[in-house]
């Protein structure tokens, strides 16, 4: 012990050294200049004395204020300086991966080290980590996973949970788990940090620890709602007849009762003519985007063309985020503005776009500062909202939605709609224009709308499906999940968590007492959704691993077919080539994949993806995804070291069609064929619709009595988005607990038993 003691002290006096000889190089010293311009560093004395004699402190602050790249590092320099640095050990969760990327390399660079030495990160299949990393920057997803098998997070000394304001379903999760840990680690130190003042709740949670806020200084952000913005931009309200494939029914529904009443200027009555008039029936598919709601003919992304138009022309230099409601929108928005003669100018303007499964070299740009007289436009998500300051920013587009998973649990359905914002989002976006001067900010809705928004959003745990987390409940040995989960800062409902637990039964993963099977304890080390992860097992222990595989990390990707608005059908048919009458979305993009990696050995993948409508960035993406699968799964030791001895059986199309079956049963559909027709429908009774994109739409019949599909999504009705065909001796061997038939998955269980984990 003492001689680990004394490696140690003599590790951190070399910390010591390096750090202090950065800090006076010229580089350092101007990189500390910069530092102490932010408003977290005239707090930092505060602030540490606060963490050395708390247990729990909450932290608020407004967006780019420091906390994030300032807080864990003004802890591990003040532990270096003390000459205890290789001693502690920070971890610093955030909601996304590409947050604790970007995070972990804006520290490495303040301390002007290499990314992966004392600042390092991980994030679900990736990571830079090292023996000296002493500063961890992770998602939260896997610091759960990190306590699910070292419960006393032993070595750890400082962890931060940050963005808590948004309430992410992990981040309460990890809430219960560190309340309970706390008082078995007494010298822990856990610090909140929050974007927003509601500091409260979270203290209160914790006992009243102590809050402390950092005051924050923005520039003033000018404000122009939906009514200036159209009359800048020259466009007039005559009409409502566009029709948005967001389900516009729902839509309309929401915003009736959304817009006050008494509020009726001259939009809000043309709103509600429109609400009046019964033209929006039809269906239209992919989603053009949320604001068509408001004006006419699918002004919506025109209008966004108009008013990037407006700022290129007219306003001060300054980069401009727009926020859109995903990566659909936001890719076709690009490729529109592609073909416009001042924004599609490389010598004018760069377009570049952020969100979740953005390359890392695309990530990058975001934060350069283009070259002088050029117009930096990004497009991003919600994600731009906190986790990621882009700091030239002077106008800001914001289109008021944001899609998120909302869930029934009365229909145990998710919902994936483009909703409305909340006001603290709204002001969230607002304030991304006031970072380096005053900026500019055009919400594309009009004020009475911001005003009827809900103030805060609502906590995911309340409304997503609990599937995962209670697995991952159970793994953590913390007895009964219903009882965990009562802890929460807002609990979810019984019924949602009665429907997660009826569903792990249902896949085999748990018990008929709530125990964990064999095939649980498996799925529980996945990073994936059980259904998937239970694919992944079951295309290991079969035989067929490759081609299931493909289908999980396509599933868990995005689809690789692309759906542009205006050639639908061409795209539809070259989808359709895929699919070989074997009525089969999940097969389509088994052999869309296969034929991608043929191409890119002939050199011709980029011709491959045009001529195909795929996109070649999302195949990336899934070919990265199957790598590290895969090693987790050898890992796991359910994969031979051997590949081929994995795929003997992959080119039997029976049986992969089974696994497919396996792993996303209970989602099925039965076919129900009329003279000219089918409809769908599920188990639970209820009439579902398939994909516009579907191979299976394409067909008058499928000579199959079962659809398997991944996700039913509610729009105005419910879909469903991939599907395969399934016989019904497929359905009785592989359907799970439902068909009281043979199940393969009890075998199953029995052999991962024999299995060393
Ligand atoms: P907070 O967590 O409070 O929102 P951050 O710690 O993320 O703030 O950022 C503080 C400041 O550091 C930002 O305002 C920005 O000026 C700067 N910064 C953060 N990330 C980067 C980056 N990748 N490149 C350049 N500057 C950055
Ligand atoms: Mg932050």
Same mark, same amino acid.
């Given at each position: 012990?003492?001689?680990?003691?004394?490696?140690?002290?003599?590790?951190?006096?070399?910390?010591?050294?390096?750090?202090?000889?950065?800090?006076?190089?010229?580089?350092?010293?101007?990189?500390?200049?910069?530092?102490?311009? *932010?408003?977290?560093?005239?707090?930092?004395? #505060?602030? @540490?004395?606060? +963490?050395? &004699?708390?247990? !729990?402190?909450? /932290?608020?602050?407004?967006?780019?204020?420091?906390?994030?790249?300032?807080?864990?590092?003004?802890?591990?320099?003040?532990?270096?300086?003390?000459?205890?640095?290789?001693?502690?050990?920070?971890?610093?969760?955030?909601?996304?991966?590409?947050?604790?990327?970007?995070?972990?390399?804006?520290?490495?660079?303040?301390?002007?080290?290499?990314?992966?030495?004392?600042?390092?990160?991980?994030?679900?299949?990736?990571?830079?980590?090292?023996?000296?990393?002493?500063?961890?920057?992770?998602?939260?997803?896997? *610091?759960?996973?990190?306590?699910?098998?070292? #419960?006393? @997070?032993?070595? +750890?000394? &400082?962890?931060? !949970?940050?963005? /808590?304001?948004?309430?992410?379903?992990?981040?309460?999760?990890?809430?219960?788990?560190?309340?309970?840990?706390?008082?078995?680690?007494?010298?822990?130190?856990?610090?909140?940090?929050?974007?927003?003042?509601?500091?409260?709740?979270?203290?209160?949670?914790?006992?009243?620890?102590?809050?402390?806020?950092?005051?924050?200084?923005?520039?003033?952000?000018?404000?122009?709602?939906?009514?200036?913005?159209?009359?800048?931009?020259?466009?007039?309200?005559?009409?409502?007849?566009?029709?948005?494939?967001?389900?516009?029914?729902?839509?309309?529904?929401?915003?009736?009762? @959304?817009?006050?009443?008494?509020?009726?200027?001259?939009?809000?009555?043309?709103?509600?003519?429109?609400?009046?008039?019964?033209?929006?029936?039809?269906?239209?598919?992919?989603?053009?985007?949320?604001?068509?709601?408001?004006?006419?003919?699918?002004?919506?992304?025109?209008?966004?063309?108009?008013?990037?138009?407006?700022?290129?022309?007219?306003?001060?230099?300054?980069?401009?985020?727009?926020?859109?409601?995903?990566?659909?929108?936001?890719?076709?928005?690009?490729?529109?503005?592609?073909?416009?003669?001042?924004?599609?100018?490389?010598?004018?303007?760069?377009?570049?776009?952020?969100?979740?499964?953005?390359?890392?070299?695309?990530?990058?740009?975001?934060?350069?500062?283009?070259?002088?007289?050029?117009?930096?436009?990004?497009?991003?998500?919600?994600?731009?909202?906190?986790?990621?300051?882009?700091?030239?920013?002077?106008?800001?587009?914001?289109?008021?939605?944001?899609?998120?998973?909302?869930?029934?649990?009365?229909?145990?359905?998710?919902?994936?709609?483009?909703?409305?914002?909340?006001?603290?989002?709204?002001?969230?976006?607002?304030?991304?224009?006031?970072?380096?001067?005053?900026?500019?900010?055009?919400?594309?809705?009009?004020?009475?709308?911001?005003?009827?928004?809900?103030?805060?959003?609502?906590?995911?745990?309340?409304?997503?499906?609990?599937?995962?987390?209670?697995?991952?409940?159970?793994?953590?040995?913390?007895?009964?999940?219903?009882?965990?989960?009562?802890?929460?800062?807002?609990?979810?409902?019984?019924?949602?968590?009665?429907?997660?637990?009826?569903?792990?039964?249902?896949?085999?993963?748990?018990?008929?007492?709530?125990?964990?099977?064999?095939?649980?304890?498996?799925?529980?080390?996945?990073?994936?959704?059980?259904?998937?992860?239970?694919?992944?097992?079951?295309?290991?222990?079969?035989?067929?691993?490759?081609?299931?595989?493909?289908?999980?990390?396509?599933?868990?990707?995005?689809?690789?077919?692309?759906?542009?608005?205006?050639?639908?059908?061409?795209?539809?048919?070259?989808?359709?080539?895929?699919?070989?009458?074997?009525?089969?979305?999940?097969?389509?993009?088994?052999?869309?994949?296969?034929?991608?990696?043929?191409?890119?050995?002939?050199?011709?993948?980029?011709?491959?993806?045009?001529?195909?409508?795929?996109?070649?960035?999302?195949?990336?993406?899934?070919?990265?995804?199957?790598?590290?699968?895969?090693?987790?799964?050898?890992?796991?030791?359910?994969?031979?070291?051997?590949?081929?001895?994995?795929?003997?059986?992959?080119?039997?199309?029976?049986?992969?069609?089974?696994?497919?079956?396996?792993?996303?049963?209970?989602?099925?559909?039965?076919?129900?064929?009329?003279?000219?027709?089918?409809?769908?429908?599920?188990?639970?009774?209820?009439?579902?619709?398939?994909?516009?994109?579907?191979?299976?739409?394409?067909?008058?019949?499928?000579?199959?009595?079962?659809?398997?599909?991944?996700?039913?999504?509610?729009?105005?009705?419910?879909?469903?988005?991939?599907?395969?065909?399934?016989?019904?001796?497929?359905?009785?061997?592989?359907?799970?607990?439902?068909?009281?038939?043979?199940?393969?998955?009890?075998?199953?269980?029995?052999?991962?038993?024999?299995?060393?984990?």
């Amino acid at each position: 012990r003492s001689v680990m003691e004394k490696v140690l002290q003599r590790k951190s006096l070399r910390m010591r050294n390096m750090q202090r000889a950065w800090q006076e190089s010229p580089e350092g010293r101007r990189m500390l200049d910069f530092r102490k311009s *932010l408003p977290s560093f005239k707090e930092k004395e #505060r602030l @540490l004395q606060a +963490i050395a &004699h708390n247990q !729990v402190i909450v /932290i608020s602050g407004e967006t780019g204020c420091g906390k994030t790249t300032q807080l864990p590092q003004y802890i591990l320099e003040s532990e270096i300086e003390s000459g205890r640095g290789a001693f502690c050990s920070i971890i610093c969760t955030q909601p996304r991966r590409i947050s604790a990327m970007s995070v972990s390399e804006r520290v490495s660079a303040e301390r002007g080290e290499p990314l992966g030495e004392t600042v390092g990160y991980k994030v679900r299949l990736e990571g830079m980590k090292g023996k000296n990393t002493h500063l961890l920057f992770c998602t939260s997803g896997i *610091l759960l996973r990190r306590l699910l098998s070292d #419960r006393n @997070l032993d070595g +750890i000394t &400082h962890v931060f !949970v940050d963005e /808590i304001h948004e309430r992410g379903m992990n981040e309460d999760f990890l809430l219960i788990v560190l309340k309970d840990l706390l008082p078995r680690r007494r010298d822990l130190r856990l610090i909140l940090m929050s974007a927003t003042l509601n500091a409260e709740l979270f203290s209160k949670f914790y006992g009243g620890a102590p809050t402390i806020h950092i005051p924050g200084f923005t520039y003033p952000v000018r404000e122009h709602y939906l009514e200036d913005v159209l009359e800048m931009t020259g466009y007039k309200l005559t009409s409502f007849n566009q029709i948005d494939d967001y389900g516009q029914e729902k839509l309309w529904k929401t915003q009736k009762q @959304l817009v006050p009443r008494k509020k009726k200027n001259q939009i809000t009555t043309l709103v509600e003519d429109a609400l009046n008039n019964s033209s929006f029936g039809n269906y239209s598919s992919r989603a053009c985007d949320s604001l068509a709601c408001w004006v006419p003919d699918s002004i919506g992304f025109n209008l966004i063309e108009a008013i990037l138009c407006h700022i290129c022309r007219k306003e001060r230099p300054g980069a401009v985020l727009v926020f859109m409601t995903g990566w659909e929108d936001i890719s076709c928005l690009r490729d529109q503005l592609k073909a416009h003669p001042l924004l599609g100018d490389p010598n004018r303007v760069l377009v570049l776009t952020c969100h979740g499964s953005m390359a890392t070299s695309e990530q990058k740009l975001i934060f350069e500062r283009p070259l002088a007289n050029i117009r930096k436009i990004v497009l991003a998500t919600n994600m731009a909202e906190a986790s990621i300051t882009i700091n030239d920013v002077v106008f800001v587009v914001d289109c008021g939605k944001a899609k998120e998973t909302t869930y029934d649990a009365l229909n145990n359905t998710p919902c994936l709609l483009p909703s409305w914002i909340s006001q603290a989002s709204a002001r969230q976006r607002r304030g991304r224009a006031g970072r380096v001067q005053p900026g500019e900010c055009y919400h594309l809705y009009p004020k009475c709308v911001y005003e009827a928004f809900a103030e805060y959003q609502l906590p995911e745990l309340l409304r997503t499906p609990l599937n995962s987390l209670c697995l991952q409940i159970k793994s953590l040995q913390v007895g009964s999940i219903g009882e965990f989960l009562s802890a929460a800062l807002q609990p979810p409902e019984p019924l949602a968590v009665q429907n997660a637990i009826d569903f792990l039964k249902m896949i085999g993963a748990l018990d008929e007492r709530e125990n964990l099977t064999n095939l649980g304890k498996y799925l529980s080390m996945l990073p994936v959704d059980p259904k998937l992860g239970k694919m992944l097992v079951m295309g290991a222990i079969f035989r067929c691993f490759d081609p299931v595989l493909t289908v999980v990390s396509g599933l868990s990707v995005r689809d690789p077919f692309l759906l542009p608005q205006d050639k639908k059908d061409l795209a539809g048919t070259a989808k359709s080539r895929f699919s070989a009458k074997d009525y089969s979305d999940h097969m389509a993009l088994v052999r869309a994949y296969e034929g991608w990696k043929d191409a890119e050995r002939e050199g011709s993948a980029y011709e491959y993806c045009w001529r195909n409508f795929l996109s070649a960035q999302t195949l990336q993406a899934i070919h990265s995804l199957r790598k590290q699968f895969s090693f987790i799964l050898r890992d796991t030791g359910l994969l031979d070291a051997d590949a081929g001895a994995n795929n003997r059986l992959s080119n039997n199309q029976s049986l992969v069609r089974a696994i497919i079956c396996c792993g996303l049963f209970p989602g099925i559909a039965s076919v129900v064929h009329r003279e000219t027709s089918m409809s769908f429908k599920t188990m639970d009774d209820g009439q579902v619709l398939l994909y516009a994109n579907s191979v299976n739409a394409r067909y008058q019949s499928i000579p199959y009595p079962w659809l398997i599909f991944g996700e039913k999504v509610k729009v105005n009705t419910v879909f469903i988005r991939d599907s395969t065909g399934v016989s019904d001796s497929i359905m009785i061997l592989f359907g799970g607990a439902l068909c009281h038939g043979v199940q393969v998955i009890s075998f199953v269980d029995i052999f991962l038993l024999d299995q060393t984990i």
